[in-house]
């Protein structure tokens, strides 16, 4: 079976559908135009040979099973990734494909002058003599996750067709809203019924990741006071200024700009106002509990300190938990991330272990009672028009599946 062709080919059907999920949207999945890709996994899943192959209509969740082999009883694993691509431009995706890699200038688009130089972009220089898939520069190119989805979809194909490999039960689900980071909410866990799981949604090769960030979400609305600006003195209340008050309060340093590893940061990702009215929003991340806690008092200290300074209180929020640190269920299991490791060897990668800078469908789903660390998919520059992934990374990550089942037996 040709794994290299299967899975590029995979990845650029998938990516050519339009699947960007919507923030503002409060439906299931945020955006309709994430069937178009679920309705067609269902359909390839079933001519692969998967059973149990179903949409739901309650959490757009598409699942299927590779029934056990063996009469052996074994644990049973289960691989999830997402449909949904991030908040850039994904209209008319076109992929670009350059073979045999030689460390140059790529030209993504020769009309707009859009170039991703190895200057800029040095981690090109890792993929010498490999096949890059691209953007064509005006697009992103959703490898976060569609090789992922192109990943899983390949190793289970050959595994159906390898009945050699002896395996316990396999179950696979492709979902939508991961990048609003709400996808897993209505995960129906029980019936998905693995004992431990992965989410095929990392970066470069060897990526194993089982600690992510614990993640809330801010909304402040600000109601002010429009005086006309001759006569305002001691009446105005300048909602854009107390907006500038709030974001006075926050560390300087404590942004994504100025910080990595495992140090977090509150990330101001939007600001809308007049005179009048203004809003911000923003997230609040860390991998520490403890830490993560006091970031969202500091915020409401902030604004209950701000509004003490009014005659009313100008600053309304709210403030939502999104995701917890996924280490906290998976420490007390470890058998997904063991096995996983000793798969990437077993193939020949060495594991690069390593707390996540934000999350994944698996930070929700681990805290429903199934394990679920996650694994590289081999994308690299996610999110933007810059992205690209080596169709050797994707092979690599469909071999980790393929191994992960057989070690499994």
Excluded: W
């Amino acid at each position: 079976m040709d794994k290299f062709n299967l899975t590029k080919d995979r990845l650029i059907r998938y990516a050519k559908i339009n699947t960007r999920s919507d923030e503002s949207s409060d439906t299931i999945p945020s955006t309709e135009i994430q069937f178009d890709l679920l309705n067609l996994l269902v359909e390839e899943l079933i001519e692969i040979g998967m059973t149990e192959v179903e949409l739901s209509k309650e959490n757009a969740f598409v699942t299927a099973t590779l029934p056990s082999n063996t009469d052996e009883e074994l644990p049973s694993i289960g691989f999830i990734a997402h449909v949904d691509t991030a908040d850039f431009n994904s209209v008319n995706v076109q992929p670009k494909v350059v073979e045999n890699y030689q460390g140059q200038t790529l030209v993504l688009n020769e009309t707009e002058k859009i170039e991703m130089t190895p200057e800029e972009f040095p981690n090109l220089m890792n993929y010498i003599g490999q096949t890059l898939v691209t953007t064509d520069g005006t697009t992103l190119l959703g490898a976060d996750d569609k090789a992922g989805i192109a990943e899983i979809m390949t190793a289970m194909e050959y595994l159906i067709a390898h009945p050699e490999i002896k395996h316990g039960k396999v179950r696979i689900a492709f979902g939508p809203d991961e990048e609003i980071g709400r996808g897993a909410d209505h995960f129906d866990a029980e019936g998905f019924a693995v004992d431990f799981a992965y989410t095929m949604d990392g970066g470069p090769v060897g990526e194993l990741e089982f600690e992510s960030f614990n993640a809330a979400g801010v909304k402040l609305s600000v109601t002010g006071k429009n005086i006309h600006p001759g006569t305002a003195k001691g009446k105005m209340i300048n909602s854009i200024m107390v907006l500038q008050e709030f974001m006075n309060e926050l560390p300087a340093d404590k942004v994504p700009e100025k910080t990595e590893g495992r140090e977090g940061f509150y990330h101001i990702d939007e600001v809308r106002g007049t005179v009048e009215e203004a809003s911000l929003s923003m997230i609040i991340r860390d991998h520490d509990r403890q830490i993560f806690e006091a970031m969202k008092e500091h915020v409401v200290e902030s604004i209950n300190k701000i509004n003490q300074g009014y005659a009313y209180p100008v600053i309304e929020f709210e403030m939502n938990d999104q995701y917890y640190n996924m280490a906290e269920v998976i420490e007390k299991d470890m058998r997904s991330v063991d096995l996983a490791e000793k798969a990437m060897r077993t193939v020949g990668i060495e594991p690069d272990i390593k707390a996540i800078r934000g999350g994944t469908d698996g930070s929700i789903i681990s805290f429903m009672g199934i394990p679920t660390p996650n694994i590289f998919a081999g994308g690299e520059n996610m999110h933007g028009r810059y992205e690209f992934v080596a169709v050797e990374s994707m092979v690599k990550a469909t071999d980790v599946i393929i191994k992960i089942v057989e070690l499994n037996a």
